[in-house]
């Protein structure tokens, strides 16, 4: 399972309002991820895609609502844009416990439908990792639980260095960080601290009665773990 990257284009797309789409043509992306407090940050697109396979973005209507729902924990999202016809939903939840269902109830007023994606976050990973190491030096980053994740994301990123997103299935149980995809800043001044992100992803479900072309809709869920790395000369 490899999730489809969010990308924003420069260019100007098109938005629309959800009333006037067919519920088959309408595809929802959602990226959910909870992090080791228990807090979850919710990400949910709707679109559809014309005949070039160029996205439309679709907005809601006042009657219209998406709601995210974990534990007992209910948010609505809220809506950003349409920004050069980019629109998105947002919503956060907090303390949702370990392994827990989240769906995303879409509720449709023009045609009475109430659609619900849903997925479960995967359980958090054990991370076996140096706590330093040289600027010419790679980095074996090991893991273990992450049951009902399919893959597992390595990433980090601060002011001083970065290390670009490296994904492994989750049963090959570590990956290596060679030191050429260890960046570090131009005149940075190490020692320097980032922070090792090791986030186990799983996928979940989107409502049958939407738009299934692969591309189209995807529910992922992810469950982040940290790790302070250190990198000196």
Known sequence: MKPILLTISLAACTA???????????NLYADVTRDQAGTVDVLVELGTYDAALDKNYVYLEPDDRLTAIADTRSEDLDQSGPVLGVVQYRAALATVTAGSQIAIELDRAATGETLISEGAFPEPLAIDAPSSITRNASLQVSWTGGEGAEDVEVTATADCARISTMRAPLEAGSLIVTRDDIEVTAGAILPCQLTLRVTAVASGTTDPRLDDWWF?????????????????E
């Open 16 to 26: 629309e309002p959800l009333g006037g789409v067919a519920t088959s043509e309408l």
């Open 216 to 232: 189209a809709s995807g529910f992922y869920t992810r469950q982040l773990s940290e790790q302070v790395l250190t990198i000196t």
